[in-house]
């Protein structure tokens, strides 16, 4: 008897920082949703597809749910609880290096309507003792009705194949939804500002909050066949504009090497990588403007 063909989206959801990027990089084996250690870096969803033998997974990474502090974290919040239901199976991902907090119960609370299975992913379990993990999974179970409890690393692979194995059992019959050798149904657009964004996060470190967007202008080939990338780094301050510039440009100079690496890497060509900073004040509170930065519903 031939097998079934299985398939279905995962969302995977959790406090900031707890892994959910790392995960999806490390399933789809290509970096398409940037990681970084501080929080909010993803504010878009971002689809892994996941293709084997006998089933796909389409993975959609959220932006952490927490209580929104300004209308973009409104925004974000929204675009998570919305593909709640639209989904087979949701990951609630947990760090396993911290207890359970504030920001915890209030995603629980937001997943107790949910008709999906649920399953509580432990991540990060390098770093701490068996012991706590299974005082973790104590304080966790009767919180909500998991389908599933599943520590992991993330980061070391540990226990990766065995979610990908019970996620499989839990998904549908159904089609493959798209051709094997994509990975991601996002414009490159997008993940290459994503992949600039995150370089100004990691060199300018606690300097810059998260106010700052990156918007793709202009991509055009060149006549030695090299494409030419311009980019606005947008920033709500003229101090921060000063920090992203750095010294005689060094800073952004830098961002700019570490950002034609991967968005070399991801096109698999060479590229010009033309970066500039601008000031917009208050971009965040205003709507047109979080539409004009690809933040539209
Ligand atoms: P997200 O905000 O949930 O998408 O979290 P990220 O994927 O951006 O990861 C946040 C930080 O945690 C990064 O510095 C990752 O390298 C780190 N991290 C993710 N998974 C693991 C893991 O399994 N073990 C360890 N030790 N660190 C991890
Ligand atoms: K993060
Ligand atoms: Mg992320």
Redesign the pocket.
């Known amino acids: 008897m031939e097998k079934s063909y299985k398939s279905g989206f995962i969302t995977?959801i959790?406090?900031?920082?707890?892994?959910?990027?790392?995960?999806?990089?490390r399933v789809i084996g290509q970096k398409i949703?940037?990681?970084?250690?501080?929080?909010?870096?993803?504010r878009n969803t971002i689809q892994g597809v996941l293709t084997e033998k006998d089933a796909q997974f389409v993975f959609i990474?959220t932006p952490?749910i927490h209580k929104p502090k300004h209308r973009l974290g409104d925004f974000m919040v929204k675009i998570a609880e919305g593909t709640l239901n639209e989904v087979d199976v949701v990951m609630f991902?947990i760090?396993?290096?911290e207890g359970f907090g504030r920001g915890d119960q209030y995603i629980i609370d937001r997943l107790k309507n949910i008709k999906r299975p649920i399953f509580l992913i432990i991540?990060?379990?390098?770093?701490v003792h068996p012991d706590t993990l299974l005082q973790l999974i104590d304080q966790y179970k009767d919180k909500l009705s998991f389908a599933e409890i599943i520590p992991?690393?993330?980061?070391?692979g540990?226990n990766v194949t065995h979610l990908l194995d019970v996620l499989k059992s839990h998904l549908p019959e159904g089609p493959q939804y798209y051709p094997e050798d994509q990975v991601t149904d996002h414009p490159e657009r997008f993940i290459m500002s994503e992949l600039i964004r995150e370089k100004v996060l990691e060199l300018t470190r606690e300097e810059i909050p998260h106010s700052i967007a990156v918007v793709i202008e202009q991509i055009d080939e060149q006549e030695n066949e090299k494409l030419r990338v311009q980019a606005t780094i947008v920033t709500e301050r003229k101090s921060q504009k000063g920090i992203i510039i750095g010294k005689q440009g060094t800073m952004l100079k830098q961002v700019g090497v570490k950002a034609r690496k991967d968005i070399e890497s991801l096109l698999g060509t060479k590229i010009y990588l033309e970066l500039w900073v601008k000031v917009q004040k208050d971009w965040r509170n205003r709507p047109q403007h979080l539409q004009a930065y690809g933040f539209t519903e």
């Open positions: 995977i959790g406090r900031p920082n707890v892994g959910k990027s790392t995960f999806i990089n949703a940037i990681m970084s250690d501080k929080a909010q870096t993803t990474d952490g991902m760090n396993a290096e991540n990060k379990i390098d770093q992991i690393s993330a980061l070391q540990n």
